[in-house]
């Protein structure tokens, strides 16, 4: 079971038990120019391609975050009509925790630049969304993209809102509320 396991990124670190254990792979990455291991987690994108990442495990070890294959958003379909944008795996999994552990569909551009994929998997699903949360960092790359992904919604009827919290990002958020918890 995954539920102890903890990703790293940045620094900040989540649990990952309200990710489907399928969705997830281990592997052990080989970077032929710098003759290092990686060990990190894989989630699938629409192409086909993983989205790669780990975090600090020690002293020595730096995070990581890379793609291999092509490039694109990653979905993750829980069932939900509700479903979150965000630009990482972590924001999206730390939005649910912001909203109580809702059950919640997730859509996550990988970068922002992935932004019009967003419109492209709208057009083809908008009839089994009913709200989409938008949840994108408060910075320039955010704003634009959350910009973009409110005409997309605009275009195809489909209801949103976005996520009010604090912090340059969700996960910051919900660590700076768990952390005023404690």
């Known amino acids: 079971r995954i539920s102890d396991v903890h990703v790293l990124e940045k620094q900040r670190h989540l649990e990952l038990d309200r990710i489907p254990l399928d969705k997830l792979k281990w592997m052990s990455i080989f970077h032929r120019d710098k003759k290092f291991r990686r060990q990190c987690y894989g989630i699938k994108n ?42 990482s795996l972590i924001d999206a999994m730390s939005v649910q925790g912001l909203r109580g552990g809702a059950q919640i569909s997730l859509i996550t551009l990988n970068g922002v630049g992935q932004v019009d994929r967003v419109g492209t998997f709208l057009a083809k699903y908008y009839s089994k969304i009913e709200t989409l949360i938008l949840a994108l960092d408060h910075d320039r790359a955010g704003e634009t993209a959350q910009e973009k992904v409110m005409r997309f919604c605009q275009q195809f009827e489909i209801s949103f809102e976005i996520l009010s919290y604090s912090g340059k990002d969700p996960n910051d958020a919900l660590r700076n509320r768990l952390i005023c918890k404690k």
Do not use: A, M
């Open 46 to 87: 629409s192409s086909g391609g993983y989205e790669l990442f780990s975090g600090y495990q020690s002293h020595h070890s730096l995070s990581f975050k890379s793609c291999y294959g092509p490039k694109d958003i990653s979905v993750i379909n829980q069932g939900s009509r509700t479903w979150v944008v965000s630009e």
